[in-house]
């Protein structure tokens, strides 16, 4: 495992962040056995886990702390707020209220008296990111945050971030966690070069694209292909088609190069110059296994130049694989006044 400096921060993590959505009532119910996987990244050189409070409404940053326990000083811990913990309209998004209640929830969940990187995990349109950023530098003051970040955030936003922390004083957010894959390489255009003018580490996320990387003979079968992402799954919809073409030729290249799929799909990410860590998310055990075991895999300027043949850099083979509206409020159209 090799590690790299998170965003200018002098934290080194390693290559590969262990990502723990998939732990909980959304993926592995069984706790023992998610605690053992936790172990077993660890155990393999992994120093960098990543939860968020929503992820199965707190019950995945619950066996984060259960895994930690004897072991927290040794790893780089980041959890998420802003995303709906309930119905309640004040717990989410980015206010001082709700974000000193959902630190103080995350800090109890995890039975941890700090966290390492706290991450906005989606724009608030309707808060002042002043507002956000003053509590969030509050945290980082009274010691129950070493380092901020966001995800999610548009090149606009990230900058104007950036400005406000500049011109208020504040502590900047530190991290970007977009999507990145072979087939979402959207982020390539403008957010990775953000980043890197502003120093910002970047921690990717869905570096299999949802199972299309995978290996899976027929990546659109199963739970994923129903509920809001069906769309992406459509063998009818022509983003799809192409994604389904795309990968059938990167089957090929990768059998070419004598690698799985999977391990082309996380070594590609990784061979970025902006990315930071690459979170893997495994539901199960041999999952995991799996993956670690392409770890040290370096692909050359050939095989990446061959990627860029299937996929061109910059480009999102299927338009709608973020079923997330990225549109602003004010472009709403029950909000224009016309």
Known sequence: ?????????????????????????????DHDESVRMIHTAL????????????????????????ALKGRRD????????????????????????????????????????HIDLYQMHRPD?????????????DLVHAGKVRAIGGSFFSPAQAVE?????????????????PPYSILTRGIEAEVLPTAQRYGMGVLTFGPLNSGWLSGRSDP???????????????????????????????KALAAEVGVSLPHLAIAFVRSHPAITSVIIGPRRPEQLEDLLAGADLELDADVLDRIDEIVPPGVDVNPDDFYIDP???ILDKRLRRR
């Open 1 to 29: 495992m090799k590690y790299r400096v998170l965003g200018g921060t002098g934290i080194s993590v390693s290559e590969f962040a262990l990502g723990t959505m998939m732990l909980g009532a959304m993926g592995n119910t």
């Open 43 to 66: 155990d393999a050189g992994i120093n960098f886990v990543d939860t968020a409070d929503v992820y199965s409404q707190g019950e995945s940053e619950e066996i984060v702390g259960k």
């Open 74 to 113: 040794d790893v780089v811990l980041a959890t998420k707020f802003a995303l709906p913990m309930g119905s309640d309209r004040n717990h989410r998004g980015g206010s001082r209220r709700w974000v000193m209640q959902a630190v103080e929830d995350s800090l109890r969940r995890l039975d941890t008296d």
């Open 125 to 137: 349109h309707g808060t002042d990111i002043d507002e956000t950023l003053s509590a969030l530098s």
């Open 161 to 177: 971030a950036q400005w406000t922390a500049e011109r208020r004083g504040h502590q900047r957010f530190r991290t970007e966690q």
């Open 220 to 250: 659109t079968s199963g739970h994923r292909n129903a509920g809001a992402g069906a769309k992406m799954f459509d063998l009818d919809e022509p983003g799809v088609r192409a994604k389904a073409d795309a990968v059938d030729k990167l």
């Open 327 to 329: 549109t602003p409020p």
